[in-house]
């Protein structure tokens, strides 16, 4: 299970820190990520990071966004800076199974049957 927070709405340039609380994940076969999803627009994987903190992201958020996690707290985190409006979206975390090689397999894991996802938390940038 995942459960995240931390959404809310924000001006072009702030910034928001959203965590996802998960719950009975195997860090040896599985990973975290971060997907978001807009009205209209395709789903678009966001970042993700595996058990050794190797890290991969959108290209539409490098240098911008930070993935991490804790794993003791079981909890993922995502720093987003520099937001825009075009960061404006449903955001999700999702548990897939690895090995993890970069995002686009991040989002197409995130259709398989073991793959869990949470049910997303809001993100609003307004200019």
């Known amino acids: 299970q995942v459960v995240e927070s931390g959404g809310g709405s924000v001006q072009g340039g702030g910034s928001l820190r959203l965590s996802c609380a998960a719950s009975g994940i195997t860090y040896n076969i599985y990973y975290m990520g971060w997907f978001r999803q807009a009205p209209g627009k395709e789903r678009e994987g966001v970042a993700a990071?595996?058990?050794?903190?190797?890290?991969t992201y959108a290209d539409s958020v490098k240098g911008r966004f930070t993935i991490s996690q804790d794993r003791a707290k079981n909890t993922l985190y995502l720093q987003m800076d520099s937001l825009t409006p075009e960061d404006t979206a449903m955001y999700f975390c999702a548990i897939v199974p690895g090995p993890m090689t970069n995002i686009m397999t991040f989002t197409m894991r995130l259709d398989w049957p073991s793959s869990i996802r949470g049910q997303g938390t809001q993100v609003t940038v307004s200019t």
């Open positions: 990071i595996d058990k050794d903190d190797i890290s």
